[in-house]
């Protein structure tokens, strides 16, 4: 009698453990559906063409073209400064490394600025560039788009710099033996056989890595600052859709508010598409992003 | 490249003594190239931490220890001190593991042991769709969405069990009986949602892809022969998650937890808006209160003079936490790449 009282409790305990498992399945999913759900239904209904047209100076009665151009820019920006360096950075980890004390060092370092406060690297573009540049130019440039880019980039890097080296590490030694041993010099087997046998993979990592510096806000309120105006001045003060977004949620009037919940839809979808996209067209070669 | 000729050496070895010379050359300079890239991480991180110093250093020097337990926030009188925006971060971002370290068991223990194969896809890339989602969306839902659903349900049952002001009047026999109790739940705005509490909720929807992402991932490291020899035995699956594969996983579970929390320390645009912004020092996690981050976010633009010191000076703060934070979790994470053999 005794044993079948030890097993009814072992039994029960299992029990309450698998519900309450799937109850916190059911709360992670729920929050997701929750946030979508509202990001949705408060973002198309305040959906309307003048959103793609007019700028923000406009107010109640505007848009955020500028907004999303300078996105645009601002993103660009940044993945054009990271991803050569980051896939150069990348390759050395994984090719030239080997005998070097520094490659585990900075593998490692890399890792830690991959979930480094944004704001902090912010800070950090800030005082490289606006500082600067507001001195040599007597106050003329301060904020600027070209600081909101390198403010992205350093976001970007980390990322870019990890998955060249994973993919890198996933190409099979027997190809770089066979190229060697024809007499291939090293950087024509990394440039012509190593990175174009891992391609795919990192492009993956450059997709997420625009997917990740996308929703970036914080970095670019003290770099890129906003605008209201329309800007293809890298120069200028830029505006962003995130920035922009900050900026209305925080307004006092529900007609802003309501063109931040569209503005809030827009980069959703197109973050979520970004990474879909990455993760999906691309899933031959498995890429982690944590 | 034009050596002296010497006439018992064919033009055809010469020529490729030239090409041999030129490519080691090439090899070497593109070594450092790729070597100078990798050296920017080094600098990335460096640079971080020197420019916010640098910056700071003139709160540092003005203030000096003080800084850190002034819970002065007074841009009026020129005084600043660290104390609440670093208690308003460390508690947030305690409050989010708290509840964000059991959810994200009980989802990689769902993903790894309880749900058939045929779901697991799908539900694992539906939770970490919750990490693609930008910190600036979180923000709105919690400011507009969130922040009322607490103000409305949790904040006034919180107050009447835990509170000496409920909202209903009846003091609860918890409270009478524990007095002290009551400190961490008083509100003077029964009905106003933003707050700590609030703000650690968010914070913890946002880190909860972050940590079971890596549970479930060194879950799945487990050897099967040592799950199967439990099960063999007469385990039940509870008993085979929390005698076999949780100390198996120990050190990499501590760093998904740590890694989870370098975030929620560092993160900016989701609980700017859900903290309140304001800078009287209180233990009640229903009050509002302000984060480093979030201080930062409000108040740089327009910060002249040593305001703009002291947030470098809070920044740099931040960065050497989060640092220390991230560098225990990777080391934790490493040792179970290394048990891998990889």
Redesign the interface.
């Known amino acids: 009698m005794a044993t079948s009282h030890i097993y009814a409790r072992r039994r029960l305990k299992n029990i309450i453990a698998m519900v309450l498992s799937v109850l916190a399945t059911g709360v992670g999913l729920l929050f997701l559906a929750w946030i979508l759900w509202e990001t949705l239904s408060q973002g198309i209904s305040a959906l309307k063409p003048q959103l793609f047209t007019r700028i923000t100076a406009y107010r109640e009665e505007g848009g955020l073209a500028n907004a999303m151009v300078g996105s645009l820019i601002l993103n660009s920006l940044g993945i054009l400064i990271a991803t050569p360096i980051g896939v150069m950075a990348g390759t050395w980890l994984s090719e030239y490394s080997l005998r070097s004390r520094l490659g585990p060092v900075i593998r490692f370092l890399n890792d830690i600025l991959l979930s480094a406060p944004s704001i902090v690297l912010g800070l950090f573009a800030y005082t490289i560039i606006v500082l600067p540049m507001k001195w040599a130019t007597n106050g003329d440039i301060t904020f600027s788009g070209f600081a909101g880019g390198i403010a992205l980039a350093l976001i970007a890097l980390p990322v870019i710099v990890r998955t060249t080296d994973e993919m890198l590490r996933l190409v099979p030694s027997t190809l770089r033996e066979a190229a060697l041993s024809l007499g291939v010099p090293q950087w024509k087997l990394t440039v012509q056989i190593l990175i174009r046998s891992a391609r795919s993979g990192i492009v993956t990592g450059v997709l997420l890595a625009l997917a990740r510096i996308s929703g970036e806000t914080a970095p670019l309120l003290f770099t890129a600052f906003g605008n209201n105006f329309m800007t293809f001045n890298p120069l200028d003060k830029m505006p962003s859709l995130p920035q922009v977004i900050y900026e209305y949620t925080k307004d006092p009037s529900p007609d802003i508010n309501t063109l931040a919940w569209a503005g809030a839809f827009v980069l959703t979808m197109f973050v979520l598409l970004l990474s879909l996209t990455a993760r999906f067209a691309f899933s031959r070669s498995k890429v982690s992003n944590d | 490249m034009h050596a002296s000729v010497n006439p018992t050496v064919s033009p055809a070895r010469q020529a490729e003594a030239a090409r041999n010379a030129r ?2 050359r ?2 070497r300079v ?2 450092w ?3 100078s ?6 600098v ?2 460096l ?2 931490a020197a ?2 110093l ?2 700071g250093s003139d709160a540092f020097g003005t203030f000096g220890w003080g800084f850190l337990t002034s819970d002065a926030w007074d841009p009026g009188n020129d005084r600043y001190g660290a104390l609440v925006p670093v208690m308003g971060t460390v508690i947030t971002a305690l409050i989010a593991l708290i509840i964000a370290v ?6 990689a ?3 790894t042991e ?2 058939p194969s045929w779901l697991r896809g799908p ?1 694992s ?17 919690g ?3 969130f922040a009322p659903f607490v103000a409305a349900h949790v904040k006034p049952w919180l107050m009447n069990n835990f509170s000496d002001t409920p909202p209903d009047g009846q003091i609860s026999w918890l409270v009478q009986h524990v007095p002290w109790i009551a400190k961490f739940f008083s509100s003077e705005y029964p009905f106003f949602g933003a707050g700590v509490l609030t703000a650690g909720m968010v914070l913890a ?1 946002m880190i ?3 940590i ?3 549970m479930r ?1 060194v879950f799945q490291t487990v050897p099967t022969r040592l799950k199967e020899s439990a099960y063999a035995l007469g385990s ?4 085979v ?1 929390w005698d076999i594969v949780l100390p198996y996983t120990r050190s990499a579970v501590i760093g998904g937890v740590f ?1 989870g929390l ?2 929620a ?5 989701a609980v ?2 859900v903290l309140g912004n304001t800078f009287k020092f209180t233990p009640s996690i229903l009050e509002t209160g302000s984060s480093i ?1 979030s201080t ?2 409000n108040q ?2 327009e910060a002249e003079g040593l305001q703009k010191s002291a947030l ?1 000076a809070l ?1 740099f703060l ?2 050497v936490v ?2 220390i934070v ?2 225990i979790a ?1 080391l934790m994470l ?1 040792q179970l790449g290394n048990k891998e053999g990889r």
Do not use: H, Q
Not at chain 2, 102 to 107: A, D, L, N, V
Not at chain 2, 125 to 141: D, K, R
Not at chain 2, 236 to 239: D, K, L
Not at chain 2, 265 to 269: N, S
């Open positions: 490519d080691a090439n090899d593109f070594g190239v790729l070597k890239c990798a050296l920017l991480v080094l990335a991180l640079g971080a420019s916010t640098w910056g059991p959810i994200s068991f009980g989802i223990l769902f993903l309880i749900a539900v890339s539906a939770i970490e769709l919750l990490a693609g989602i930008p910190s600036i969306i979180y923000g709105m839902w400011l507009f969405i929807i909860i892809p972050f079971s992402s890596v991932e039940s699956t509870w008993e998650v890694l370098g975030r320390l560092g993160e900016t645009m700017a808006f981050a930062i976010a740089f633009g470098m920044a931040l960065f989060t640092f991230l560098l990777r490493r």
